[in-house]
């Protein structure tokens, strides 16, 4: 990985910061004379450099495969993935292992298998006799390889062309995998469509692979109106049926067009087998990368019943080519709608849809009369649709809080429709009877231990335990949560859903819990703390599931599982006993807790949390890092932060507020901060500061922030309303004037809203901004301060970025170094990297890796003496 690095003060080589000799030769290049070795930076941070590569190698568990063993017991395959530095990639490899029927016993683990990278999607049957392997094509005709294993070998292998379909689409937003019928005899995924015109062959025909001909080229088309950040170039999704009997790939037709379709679903059979006792829910998992994961990652299946029926319908989800409700006129052309960013960006519209399907008498699938049944009409958000076990009921997430509101993140909603297995559809056909609401958005939690509201896109596979009770991952304050929901209790009746891992992110050894996958009794979960990297635990389920969602009940028993050392006496559990001997010494020497400060500016005034890593070994207050979160409505919550534990190795404190604005405490607390950004959660994060210090565990005198996107927003801001508390500062892709990035970023609503208000910024939207909205930008922006700036600044960019495109910090970078020097003294030093093959993450492995040397860098310079 190579980056355009540019200095404002002349760098130190790398041979004087180690006290080394620079080597000499000779050079024999006309024109030229000989001269020193160029110098190298970052300089003096050689040890910095290898204990963050070893804290690449610590892998995190990214899904799973749970399903009842044939021989007893659970079988589990668990998708881990580690950084591949020099290939600048993830590496990816499943682990098997066979659990007792208890779960409490050791389990019998095999070696790693690594995941071919060419390999796209692994999607196993729900019987398990079955697997479809999605691989990348040979050639520029082919998209994708489907093929289709039965037992020991390949059953066949088709090569779709890239006329019926382009990629595959697994990026965990459109799609998260494929779905098996229930009779696995067909399988729907999800593919970019086709480009749907080209250019004429210019200056003579296509050239003959056997003919003479004169040399012609196609030219590059009409414009593709993609979906922004991470969709760069990308057609719209659509669903596809590969179907095993007649062996053909069809797409599902009777969709709305002008629409992006993804997330299908199998409807559940109208004859429904009474042996069926794990769920039927025919989704597949996300890819490894999570919710941002790119279309290579590879997805395991998730386990359903196979009842017997055949395909009787699909739903799916459809996001309109169209602005939402909230912002009519960013997108009032029929002809070319335009589409905004969907990347972390929940209030877009998104419809649900069924479409019947049948197979005919010859074996080939029918589709019913077009156009598609649209489900649940008055709702502007429908997401990840899952069927209960008894398929009577088919239960999704709402986002129409964000929809309504425009903030891109919000509180969610849980409903559930009610679906008769006799007619393989609706129950009622009004438009929205047997719609009932399972979870509400919750305004303010009753207690600072009550449920705080729910905050997840996604129903996890095989989420269903028993015909009535869902496990949900949902944020829960400062830690990531399994809850249990009854979804048979609704509207007035419902209950709130009762944690099964602990929530009290005060207690000793609090971390983050996501559900893996249940069956055989056992609920499959992974554990990640901030001294710990993902791990693998197992709890045994009550035979009853209702008790689940009772009133007090508790938290499971839950308990590590050994995947480390396989067949090894002694061998400890986990993936931190196989880490790098300095990186588990690290880990031990790391401490955490969470603060509950009290905001002191704005109307709201509900308590916040403060995250704090830190050595356990120290004397005295200590250096520190203030590192606030992105978004602005998204939260960090108490996990595995390889560069969070990295700073605490280096010896500094690492501050993480929860501003107000943040998920995870309630819609009141998060509603609170559009149209004050720059206000209330800077002084959120300065009222940090001021928690730790009080506390004795911090050094005022000592501390640094570095942030990125919002928090890069709030870096910048913290450097120029308060310049005197910090010794450097560190911004990655920051958003630095809101005026200049609405010209160019796929988020233009995000500028309003958080820059005017909810309200007023819905109200003003267009696509072209007033000068009064410009105005209104500008006074919420960071760049108004500048000239107050002190601190040394490192700027670090994507080149790619779409979301904050490149030269919104360039410009701030000018203002600082450019600034009236008579006027407000000499600007201080600064640092600039352009990463030029990255987008707004900036999480490729080398660029990761990059990134938090140069931090460790900066930081040795200004802020630990």
Known sequence: ?????????????????????????????????????????????????????????????????????????????????????????????????????????????????????????????????????????????????????????????????????????????????????????????????????????????????????????????????????????????????????????????????????????????????????????AKLSPGTEGVAAKSSSVSAATTCSSTGGGPTGLVVVAWPHAAPPSFPRLAAATSAPRKLGVVFCYNRSAHMYHVRVSRAADGSLQFGSSPATRLAPDLESCLSPTFSPAGDALVFVSHSEAVSTGTHGATASLYRLDWSPQTGGVVSSGSNEGLRLLVDVVQRPESAKAFPGLYTANIPDDGFVGPRTLLLNTQWGAVNSIVAVDTEQAGSAAKAPVPLTPVDASAPGAASWSLLGVSGGLAVASRAAPDSPTDIYVAQLPADPTVLTAAGSGPLEWRPLELGAPGLAGAAPGCRAELPPAVQEALEGLEYKVLSVTPRVGDNRDPFDCLLWMPRNRSGPLPAVVAPHGGPHTAVALGWYPAYAYLVALGYAVIVPNYRGSTGYGQAALASLPGAIGRNDVDDCMACVDAVVAE?????????VVGGSHGGFLTAHLLGQHPGAFRSGVMRNPVTNISAMIAASDIPDWCYVEALGSEEGRRRCAPVPSPADLAAMYAASPVQYVDAVKAPVFVMLGAKDRRVPPPDGLQYLSALRGRDVAVHGAPPESRLIVFPEDSHGLDKPQTEYEQWVNVAYWLKRFSSA
């Open 1 to 281: 990985m190579t980056a355009s690095v540019s200095t404002s003060t002349p760098p130190v080589t790398a041979a004087s910061a180690t006290g080394s000799t620079p080597k000499t030769g000779n050079v024999a290049t006309a024109g030229l004379t000989a001269s020193a070795p160029l110098p190298e930076l970052p300089a003096g941070v050689e040890a910095e450099a290898a204990l963050l590569a070893a804290f690449s190698e610590a892998p995190t568990v990214s899904k799973a495969v749970v399903r009842a063993a044939a021989a007893g017991g659970v079988a589990l395959t668990a998708t881990l993935q580690q950084r591949n530095l020099p290939g600048n990639s993830q590496r990816r490899y499943n682990v098997t292992a066979l659990l007792p029927p208890t779960g409490l016993g050791p389990a019998v683990a095999g070696l790693p298998q690594e995941l071919n990278a060419d390999v796209q999607l692994v999607s196993v049957s729900p019987s398990g006799s079955q697997q479809l392997v999605v691989a990348k094509g040979p050639n520029d005709a082919t998209s994708v390889l489907l093929q289709l294993w039965r037992g020991a070998r390949l059953a066949f292998e088709l090569a779709v062309p890239k006329a019926l379909h382009g990629p595959l689409v697994n990026d965990g937003y459109f799609a998260s995998g494929a779905a098996w019928s229930a009779d696995e005899s067909a399988v729907v995924y999800t593919a970019e469509t086709p480009v749907p015109e080209r250019t004429p062959a210019w200056c003579g025909p296509d050239p003959l692979k056997d003919a003479a001909g004169p040399r012609s080229w196609r030219g590059v088309g009409a414009a593709n109106e993609d979906w922004g950040e991470l969709n760069t170039g990308k057609r719209p999704p659509a669903p596809f049926v590969l179907d095993l009997v007649r062996r053909e790939v069809l797409k599902v037709p009777g969709l709305p067009e002008e629409h992006s379709i993804g997330q299908p679903t199998w409807c559940p059979p109208t004859s429904i087998s009474t042996s069926t006792t794990t769920s039927t829910s």
């Open 696 to 704: 004795g565990l911090v050094d005022k005198s000592r501390v640094s």
